[in-house]
C-alpha cells in the first residue's frame, strides 16, 4: 500500500507540474461545447451593449484560451464579434468580482463629474475603466487592459535587465534586523529611512524615460502619469480602497495611464483590519514621487489633487447615493463584516449598522472634516494632509512587506 501511494504522489507531482507549466489551454478539451455551440449568438459582446447602438453580438469563442502565471491562473478568452473584431477578457475563478463591477459604476459617475466641471475638462481629466461582468458570486469576466503591466512586473523586469535584486529592500531590511516586522514603531523608522537611503527610488522614473522614443512622448506619458494617479488617490480615498501593492496597479505602456484593479477592499476594510491594517489613505511611496520628476508631489500632482477633491465635495450628494446603494445591496455588504464578524452570515441589523458607520465615514471625507480635531478643512487644507499620511516614513513601515512600501 505504501508502494501504491507513492505511485499516486509522484503522478500527482508530475501532473501538477504540468499544470503549472501550462501556458494555454484548448477549448475542444476544456469546454468542447462552448466551442461548437456557442456560435452566432444573439448575446452581446459582454461589455459592448449601449443603449441605442447597434448590438455587437458573440459570433464565436476563440479556440485557443491563455492561462495567466499568477496564483489564480486566470485564463484569457477572446471572442470574435459581429463586427468583426476580437475582444479580450480575463475569466476569473475563485474571485469575488461583484465589487469591482460596484467601483467601475462610481467611476463612471466621477468621469461624469470631471468631464462637466471646467477646471478637471480642460484637463482631460478621468479614471481608466475597463469591463467587470459578474458571472457568479466566484467567477466573472473581466475587460482585457491591452498593452498595461502591473508595476510590480515593470520594476521587476527592470531591475533583472540592470543586474539589480528585485528584493534589494527586503535583504537591506533583514541585514539590518531580521525581525524587523516585531520592532517597537521608533526602531522601525530608523530601519526604515536607513534601507531609503542606501537605494535610489528611482526605478519607475527610469522605466518612464527609458521606454519613450522620444522627449515629447515621454513628457506626455509622464503628464499622464501624474494626472491618472492623482484622480485616482483622491477618489481612491472616498471610497476607502486599500490594498494598493504593486500588484493592483498596472500602467499603460502607451499612454502612461495608471489603471487600478482589484478593488474587494474597499470602504477602508484595510485600513480596520487587526493584523497589518493600513496607516496610508493611498499609495504615494518614493518610487511613485519620484517618476514625477523635478516637482514630485508640489506640481501637477498636488494641483490635480486639489481639483478632483473640490468637484468631488461640491458633488457629494450624488457621491454619497451612489455608495448608499453600494453598501446596502445584500450581495455586497457582508464583506464589511467578514473580517470583524468572522463570517458571512452576519445579521441584517449588523450589515445595516456597519453600512451606516461606513457611509458616516465617507460622509466626514466629502466634507473634509479631519479625523482626528473634527474641525473642517478647506480642500486645500485636507489634501495637503492627506498627502503627509500617504508620505510619512511611520505610517509606511508600518505596512506588510508585500504591500512594498519601500518602493
Same mark, same amino acid.
Given at each position: 500500500?505504501?508502494?501504491?501511494?507513492?505511485?499516486?504522489?509522484?503522478?500527482?507531482?508530475?501532473?501538477?507540474?504540468?499544470?503549472?507549466?501550462?501556458?494555454?489551454?484548448?477549448?475542444?478539451?476544456?469546454?468542447?461545447?462552448?466551442?461548437?455551440?456557442?456560435?452566432?449568438?444573439?448575446?452581446?459582446?459582454?461589455?459592448?451593449?449601449?443603449?441605442?447602438?447597434?448590438?455587437?453580438?458573440?459570433?464565436?469563442?476563440?479556440?485557443?484560451?491563455?492561462?495567466?502565471?499568477?496564483?489564480?491562473?486566470?485564463?484569457?478568452?477572446?471572442?470574435?464579434?459581429?463586427?468583426?473584431?476580437?475582444?479580450?477578457?480575463?475569466?476569473?475563478?475563485?474571485?469575488?468580482?461583484?465589487?469591482?463591477?460596484?467601483?467601475?459604476?462610481?467611476?463612471?459617475?466621477?468621469?461624469?463629474?470631471?468631464?462637466?466641471?471646467?477646471?478637471?475638462?480642460?484637463?482631460?481629466?478621468?479614471?481608466?475603466?475597463?469591463?467587470?461582468?459578474?458571472?457568479?458570486?466566484?467567477?466573472?469576466?473581466?475587460?482585457?487592459?491591452?498593452?498595461?503591466?502591473?508595476?510590480?512586473?515593470?520594476?521587476?523586469?527592470?531591475?533583472?535587465?540592470?543586474?539589480?535584486?528585485?528584493?534589494?529592500?527586503?535583504?537591506?531590511?533583514?541585514?539590518?534586523?531580521?525581525?524587523?516586522?516585531?520592532?517597537?514603531?521608533?526602531?522601525?523608522?530608523?530601519?526604515?529611512?536607513?534601507?531609503?537611503?542606501?537605494?535610489?527610488?528611482?526605478?519607475?522614473?527610469?522605466?518612464?524615460?527609458?521606454?519613450?522614443?522620444?522627449?515629447?512622448?515621454?513628457?506626455?506619458? /509622464?503628464? #499622464?502619469?501624474?494626472?491618472?494617479? =492623482? !484622480?485616482?488617490?483622491?477618489?481612491? @480615498?472616498?471610497?476607502? $480602497?486599500?490594498? +494598493?501593492?504593486?500588484?493592483?496597479?498596472?500602467?499603460?505602456?502607451?499612454?502612461?495611464?495608471?489603471?487600478?484593479?482589484?478593488?474587494?477592499?474597499?470602504?477602508?476594510?484595510?485600513?480596520?483590519?487587526?493584523?497589518?491594517?493600513?496607516?496610508?489613505?493611498?499609495?504615494?511611496?518614493?518610487?511613485?514621487?519620484?517618476?514625477?520628476?523635478?516637482?514630485?508631489?508640489?506640481?501637477?500632482?498636488?494641483?490635480?489633487?486639489?481639483?478632483?477633491?473640490?468637484?468631488? /465635495?461640491? #458633488?457629494?450628494?450624488?457621491?454619497? =447615493? !451612489?455608495?448608499?446603494?453600494?453598501? @446596502?445591496?445584500?450581495? $455586497?455588504?457582508? +464583506?464589511?463584516?467578514?473580517?470583524?464578524?468572522?463570517?458571512?452570515?452576519?445579521?441584517?441589523?449588523?450589515?445595516?449598522?456597519?453600512?451606516?458607520?461606513?457611509?458616516?465615514?465617507?460622509?466626514?471625507?466629502?466634507?473634509?472634516?479631519?479625523?482626528?480635531?473634527?474641525?473642517?478643512?478647506?480642500?486645500?487644507?485636507?489634501?495637503?494632509?492627506?498627502?503627509?499620511?500617504?508620505?510619512?516614513?511611520?505610517?509606511?513601515?508600518?505596512?506588510?512587506?508585500?504591500?512594498?512600501?519601500?518602493?
Amino acid at each position: 500500500t505504501q508502494s501504491t501511494g507513492n505511485c499516486y504522489y509522484q503522478v500527482y507531482r508530475r501532473s501538477q507540474q504540468a499544470i503549472s507549466q501550462m501556458s494555454s489551454v484548448r477549448l475542444e478539451d476544456s469546454s468542447p461545447k462552448l466551442l461548437t455551440e456557442a456560435r452566432d449568438m444573439k448575446l452581446a459582446v459582454p461589455g459592448t451593449y449601449y443603449p441605442g447602438q447597434p448590438i455587437i453580438k458573440i459570433h464565436m469563442v476563440d479556440p485557443h484560451v491563455g492561462v495567466i502565471k499568477s496564483k489564480q491562473k486566470p485564463r484569457k478568452l477572446s471572442m470574435i464579434g459581429s463586427d468583426g473584431l476580437t475582444y479580450t477578457f480575463l475569466l476569473k475563478g475563485n474571485e469575488d468580482i461583484r465589487q469591482d463591477e460596484r467601483a467601475m459604476q462610481l467611476f463612471g459617475l466621477v468621469n461624469s463629474l470631471l468631464a462637466h466641471s471646467q477646471n478637471t475638462a480642460e484637463q482631460n481629466l478621468s479614471i481608466q475603466r475597463y469591463s467587470v461582468i459578474p458571472l457568479s458570486k466566484n467567477s466573472g469576466l473581466s475587460g482585457w487592459r491591452p498593452h498595461s503591466d502591473t508595476l510590480h512586473h515593470l520594476i521587476q523586469d527592470h531591475r533583472m535587465k540592470t543586474c539589480v535584486d528585485k528584493s534589494l529592500e527586503v535583504k537591506l531590511t533583514q541585514k539590518y534586523c531580521q525581525c524587523y516586522e516585531k520592532l517597537p514603531l521608533m526602531m522601525k523608522i530608523e530601519v526604515f529611512e536607513e534601507v531609503l537611503n542606501c537605494t535610489t527610488g528611482e526605478d519607475l522614473a527610469i522605466i518612464l524615460y527609458q521606454k519613450s522614443p522620444s522627449a515629447e512622448i515621454w513628457f506626455e506619458r /509622464r503628464k #499622464n502619469y501624474i494626472l491618472s494617479h =492623482a !484622480v485616482m488617490c483622491m477618489v481612491g @480615498y472616498i471610497l476607502g $480602497l486599500g490594498d +494598493r501593492h504593486p500588484s493592483n496597479i498596472m500602467m499603460d505602456r502607451k499612454t502612461g495611464n495608471l489603471i487600478h484593479c482589484d478593488f474587494g477592499e474597499s470602504f477602508d476594510v484595510a485600513r480596520d483590519r487587526e493584523k497589518y491594517p493600513e496607516t496610508v489613505p493611498f499609495r504615494l511611496t518614493r518610487m511613485m514621487t519620484k517618476a514625477m520628476e523635478v516637482t514630485g508631489i508640489h506640481g501637477t500632482y498636488t494641483l490635480t489633487c486639489n481639483d478632483v477633491m473640490e468637484v468631488l /465635495r461640491n #458633488n457629494a450628494t450624488s457621491v454619497l =447615493a !451612489v455608495l448608499e446603494t453600494f453598501l @446596502y445591496d445584500p450581495l $455586497l455588504n457582508w +464583506r464589511l463584516n467578514s473580517e470583524k464578524e468572522g463570517t458571512d452570515c452576519a445579521t441584517s441589523e449588523v450589515r445595516n449598522a456597519r453600512a451606516v458607520e461606513v457611509l458616516t465615514k465617507v460622509r466626514k471625507k466629502l466634507y473634509g472634516i479631519d479625523d482626528v480635531t473634527d474641525e473642517r478643512l478647506e480642500v486645500v487644507d485636507q489634501v495637503q494632509s492627506l498627502i503627509r499620511q500617504a508620505t510619512l516614513s511611520e505610517n509606511l513601515c508600518q505596512l506588510y512587506t508585500g504591500w512594498c512600501p519601500f518602493w
